[in-house]
């Protein structure tokens, strides 16, 4: 497409200092900070921007008549939107994380999940 490699080198820059100034404001901030926990869709703004440059991104794509570039675009965003939805399904499905583990440690024994006590020693050893 004729985008030199400056180009994606500039935008990996700027990825990473956004995160390490949004990691530092985060920090600052400390666990104390309850802004915004009020707001039950606080955690959807992040996606929400994405989607709405996702958005604006393929509009200009088809008025501007690039309509393979444009149908690509739709089609790549279409995997992760099924991916999403489908975890979000299966997650949904799932009665407690806790029960989520102990099924994984059932399958997995030797299996190691820091910080977490689900089942018992004697329980993971009754399994087999």
Known sequence: F?????NFVGWFIVGF???YALQTIDRYLGKDDLTGLK??????????????????NLAVT????????AWAGVFIALLPLALI???KKARLSIESVENAVDAHRRDFPQAI????????????????
Do not use: C, H, Q
Not at 41 to 51: A, E, N, Q
Not at 62 to 69: A, D, Q
């Open 62 to 69: 088809f008025s501007i008549g690039e309509y393979t570039v």
């Open 17 to 19: 200092a956004m995160i």
């Open 85 to 87: 939805i489908s975890m």
């Open 39 to 56: 707001y039950p869709w606080r955690f959807m703004i992040g996606p929400g921007l994405y989607l709405a440059v996702l958005i604006f």
């Open 2 to 6: 004729g985008v030199p490699i400056s």
């Open 113 to 128: 999940v820091p910080g977490f006590r689900g089942l018992r020693t004697k329980d993971r050893n009754s399994l087999f």
